[in-house]
């Protein structure tokens, strides 16, 4: 395989600091699909007069930024409809949880999905993943749980499947059958349970569609002894796990996931200071969603000041999904942290790189630039990182690489 070396790039490296460990004028050599070395362009060890001979393509970023490829660590990407109409209900005054109590909510998407081919689920998620690779995303994680059943939510995961597969973009794909109680099981939620620990999520997993499985903790979905039951299962079955917790009330959710040594948990708003100390003892991300927390006009702030005196990596996603976040933008995400959670630029980076990576178990081989690591990098046209917060509706992206390979040609840059 040929060898790729850019060069005259202002590297974001995020690397173990908690910076983001930027390098000006810097090279960076790839081959076979991971990063080779990093340095300075005047040590480069290939150079464009002997790339004949070195077989090297040489791009010369002309002071741009690169950072890592973007890794968007919580969606609910692929689901049937829309809820366009609960977005109006709720600016006639219903709440998100009466329109849930009501039969609308994630039931309602699960009867659109529940009634979608495989074919439709795909066709309408594929643009809302372009979206969101047209700013630089080269890995994403995709929910299940708007199929509520063994075949529902198995189609689901494969149509998560087929998107990494026809866009050549890292998934990984999350079981999350203890989203919502489907109607079926109304006032069953402990038999739901059993369904799921010993049915559904076997099922998926002999499919071998399951990377990790997400419980949703919280009075409008499972208890924490619910979700304590489907975590057994998952570790039975050897699944790394996660939660959703504290995301309208406080029910102990995320501490009970963290003890159980979840890669993270995901809201968290309404955590207490004092559980803070919890998720950093077991390594557990906290992974904050401003994307809900804005749709939702939530008034509770997550934990910020413990967690970053606790030292927790915090991560930052999406949420993309038809009801609490219809968000398909990495970049929005991040000024919305910063604007609304009063993150810094550096956090919301490292939060949708190297700390998305660890929150999804892959910081070993993605999230930051070092030599080792896969390929996968964005060349932005802007020469400082803030400038990816600071701005809202611009898209700066030139050029994106994945595990080694361009996605986009490198418009803009001088090869
Ligand atoms: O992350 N909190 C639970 N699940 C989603 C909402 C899904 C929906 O409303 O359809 C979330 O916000
Ligand atoms: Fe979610």
């Keep these: 395989m040929s060898q ?12 173990d600091s908690s910076g983001y460990g930027l390098r000006e004028n810097a090279a960076l050599l790839v081959d076979g699909g991971r990063i080779a070395w990093i340095g300075s362009t005047r040590d480069c060890p290939v150079s464009s ?36 109409d609960e977005f109006e209900r709720r600016l006639e005054g219903a709440s998100y949880a009466e329109i849930a109590a009501n039969g ?7 009867m659109a999905t529940r009634a979608a081919t495989v074919e439709q689920l795909f066709e309408q998620a594929l643009p809302r993943a372009r979206q969101l690779m047209s700013e630089g995303l080269t890995t994403v994680e995709i929910k299940s749980g708007y199929g509520l059943d063994s075949t529902n939510e198995i189609k689901m995961l494969r149509v998560a499947a087929m998107i990494e597969n026809e866009l050549g973009l890292r ?64 570790q039975r079955l050897g699944l790394p796990i996660k939660a959703h917790a504290e995301q309208l009330s406080d029910l102990g959710g995320a501490v009970m996931a963290a003890t159980h040594g979840a890669q993270s948990v995901d809201h968290i708003e309404y955590l207490g200071n004092k559980d803070v100390a919890l998720l950093a003892q077991n390594d557990c991300v906290a992974v904050l969603l401003p994307g809900a927390f ?7 702030l997550p934990p910020l000041g413990a967690l970053r005196e606790q030292n927790v990596a915090i991560a930052l996603a999406s949420d993309s999904n038809p009801g609490s976040s219809p968000l398909h933008s990495l ?18 980076l490292r939060g949708i790189t190297i700390n998305a990576a660890r929150a999804l178990g892959l910081a070993q081989q993605i999230g930051s630039l070092e030599p080792g690591k896969l390929a996968d990098l964005v060349v932005w046209n802007v ?33």
Excluded at 294 to 300: D, M
């Design 104 to 110: 609308g909510g994630i039931v309602a998407t699960v």
């Design 171 to 234: 998934v990984v794909k999350t079981f999350l059958g203890a989203h919502a109680l489907p109607p079926e099981y109304a006032d069953r939620s402990d038999d739901y349970i059993d369904l799921v620990c010993n049915e559904m999520l076997p099922a998926a997993h002999a499919e071998g569609l399951v990377d990790a499985v997400d419980v949703f903790i919280e009075s409008i979905a499972f208890s924490v002894e619910q979700g304590e039951r489907v975590f057994a299962a998952a």
């Design 4 to 15: 790729t070396l850019l060069t005259n790039a202002t590297l974001a490296c995020i690397d």
């Design 49 to 84: 007069a002997n790339t004949a001979i070195n077989d090297v393509e040489v791009y010369d970023c002309a002071g741009k930024l690169v950072t890592p490829g973007l890794i968007d660590c919580h969606t609910h990407l692929v689901y049937g409809g829309d809820r366009a």
């Design 383 to 415: 020469d400082r990182p803030a400038m990816l917060s600071y701005r809202i509706g611009m898209n700066p992206c030139v050029a994106v690489m994945q595990a080694g390979h361009w996605r986009k040609s490198g418009q803009g840059m001088s090869a």
């Design 331 to 348: 970049l929005l995400t991040m000024n919305m942290a910063c604007t609304l959670f009063r993150m810094t630029p550096t956090e919301a």
């Design 294 to 300: 804005y749709v939702l006009r939530e008034q509770q």
